[in-house]
């Protein structure tokens, strides 16, 4: 009995031990697994965390480039083969794209820079977002001027953002302005951001002054072709009916005839003038270019006028250099040239006064040079003086028999044949013309 009692109480023992045993290896197992999930998640979890946070990060545009360096790295740190395709796939294409998005900005930014239009984005808030160059030239805006409201009001213009932005009617708008002698073209209108919504307004500002004299320069030619043919008519028109109503003796019919045919020739004249530009505006004209000697065109010239020039008594001397060459144009083109400006010394200049002529050659340009001491040409009509219809003094002109076409038409006759004319002239002093044409060598 004692045996078996003391064997029960060794099996108690053992029992108790095993126990023992079996409880510290579950709390050890326990404590690896904690210790395999830690390092789980500090080796997979959270590295996929950050990716997360990073992507988030990309989309929303912040720090790309910190989050594409952050994205390489751990490409290169994981064992994670399939992670780290996806890391490496992604980071490329993020790459790919950014360079691409870093391209076009680059492009657009180049284009507005150089671009000869304004342009002007404002935001929401009416703040500047981007203006290039050209607009601040044009609208002359400095620094302190950087909302909408500043910039315009300065301008005394009654434009208003919200009514662009905000009003189905009024989407877009433009505006005429004049700055210092500049005319500018103002187009507004409004942008929205990637929901469809309203995020600010652009302005495009054009240079129009060109256009702007070109037409006034056309309604102003209109204006001078309608009275220069008005004139002659009126005066046909008052003389014919006198005669056609009214008896006089032979004298002053054949007076009233003569100032008839005065007149029709006049208009005639015009005509023709007119033909002529809107064949040159037209390149209607055909241009036979030949060689001829300058000189001897001028000589014929100066003889055709001789009898103008010996009414006035005036002294007119020729001087040709020796070796000129021959020139390479239309003669019937240049002759008429010569002869405009010739007859224009001699209208121009008083009885007794002095005419010279010069023929040369230099640098491979033959010229003509035509000095008179006649009345002369203001300083402040010089700039003018080859638009058609402009006159220094158009009473006297008109009288003296001219279009006012004249000078008009040699400027075009010598840049069609490569030539050039220039004038110098003071008021009361005299009046200096160049004319150079090509010669054949050239």
């Known amino acids: 009995m004692g045996s078996l009692a003391n064997d029960a109480q060794s099996l108690e023992q053992v029992i108790h031990k095993g126990n023992i045993a079996i409880l510290i290896i579950s709390i050890s197992y326990v404590l690896i697994s904690a210790v395999i999930i830690l390092f789980a998640s500090k080796i997979v979890v959270n590295p996929l965390k950050r990716l997360i946070k990073s992507a988030k990060k990309i989309a929303e545009g912040e720090d790309v480039e910190g989050e594409i360096k952050y994205l390489e790295e751990a490409k290169t740190k994981t064992e994670i083969g399939d992670l780290a395709g996806a890391f490496n796939l992604m980071t490329s294409g993020l790459r790919e794209n950014l360079n691409e998005v870093t391209r076009q900005k680059r492009q657009i930014e180049t284009i507005l820079l150089h671009m000869t239009d304004g342009i002007i984005a404002f935001n929401m808030d009416g703040s500047i977002i981007h203006i290039n160059p050209a607009a601040s030239r044009l609208l002359k805006i400095n620094s302190k ?177 020796a070796n000129v060459p021959s020139v390479y144009a239309d003669k019937d083109g240049i002759e008429r040239v010569v002869l405009n400006i010739l007859s224009n010394s001699v209208k121009y200049t008083g009885e007794g006064g002095t005419i010279k002529i010069y023929v040369g050659f230099v640098y491979n340009d033959a010229y003509i040079k035509v000095i008179d001491n006649g009345i002369g040409i203001p300083e402040e009509d010089l700039s003018r003086i080859f638009e058609r219809f402009y006159r220094v003094d158009k009473a006297r002109t008109r009288a003296m028999g001219g279009t006012g076409l004249g000078l008009s038409i040699a400027k075009e006759i010598l840049d069609k044949n490569g030539g050039r004319i220039d004038i110098k002239s003071k008021a009361h002093e005299g009046t200096e013309v160049v004319i150079t044409i090509p010669t054949k060598q050239k």
């Not at 005066?235 to 007149?263: C, H, R």
């Not at 055909?286 to 001829?292: A, P, S, V």
């Open 145 to 321: 001027d950087n909302t909408f409201d500043k910039i315009f009001k300065n301008l005394k213009l009654d434009i208003n953002m919200e009514k662009i932005i905000y009003l189905e009617n009024w989407t877009s708008t433009e505006q005429k302005i004049n700055i210092d002698e500049t005319y500018l073209n103002m187009f507004f209108a409004p942008f929205k951001d990637e929901n469809d919504r309203p995020a600010g307004v652009m302005v495009l500002i054009q240079d129009i002054t060109e256009h702007v004299k070109l037409d006034n320069m056309r309604k102003e030619f209109v204006a001078d072709v309608s009275h220069e043919l008005k004139t002659p008519l009126t005066s046909i028109m008052g003389y014919a009916e006198t005669l056609a109503t009214t008896e006089y003796d032979k004298d002053l019919q054949e007076k009233f005839l003569n100032v008839i045919s005065s007149e029709a020739v006049r208009m005639t004249k015009l005509v023709n003038d007119l033909l002529t530009l809107s064949k040159f505006d037209g390149n209607k004209t055909e241009w036979e270019r030949t060689e001829f000697d300058l000189g001897e065109l001028v000589k014929q010239c100066q003889e055709n006028l001789q009898i103008e020039m010996d009414k006035k008594k005036q002294k007119v001397e020729c001087f040709v250099t």
